[in-house]
């Protein structure tokens, strides 16, 4: 049975866990912070290999993935002229991601509770 809520609180415990490494050392944490967006959104439903999937309704979303893990596997495999600046933007597009998904997966899980609820 699917237990709404259940993946929604783990991806928060396992974002509160990466916060401190965030603040102390951005790039280090990106690999981390990457698996975790990646998947919460592939348990969300997106298909971030689909080039389809990035046409339809969810294409900003996946090219906002798209964009920060293109700057996490460049950082990881040492390229030249990432700056700090390129780290942040790769952090925040994760962050509102995070929040984004989040928001939808609990409206969606809060929607099927209620009708969970409403079946005799």
Do not use: C, Q
């Not at 990457?34 to 689909?50: A, F, K, Q, T």
């Not at 080039?51 to 030249?80: N, Q, S």
Request: hydrophobic share 40%; aromatic share 6%; charged share 35%.
């Amino acid at each position: 049975m699917y237990d709404p809520g259940l993946n929604l609180h783990d991806w928060e415990s396992e974002m509160a866990s990466l916060e401190d490494d965030l603040h102390a050392d951005p790039a280090e944490t990106l690999p981390e912070l990457d698996n975790l967006i990646r998947r919460m959104l592939e348990e969300s439903g997106y298909d971030l290999r689909d080039p389809v999937a990035r046409e339809g309704e969810e294409r900003e979303v996946v090219a906002d993935y798209l964009a920060a893990h293109e700057i996490r596997m460049a950082i990881e495999k040492g390229a030249e002229g990432f700056s700090a600046g390129d780290v942040a933007a790769a952090v925040n597009a994760y962050l509102e991601l995070f929040d984004y998904v989040v928001a939808t997966r609990g409206a969606a899980d809060a929607d099927l509770a209620d009708a969970e609820i409403d079946e005799p």
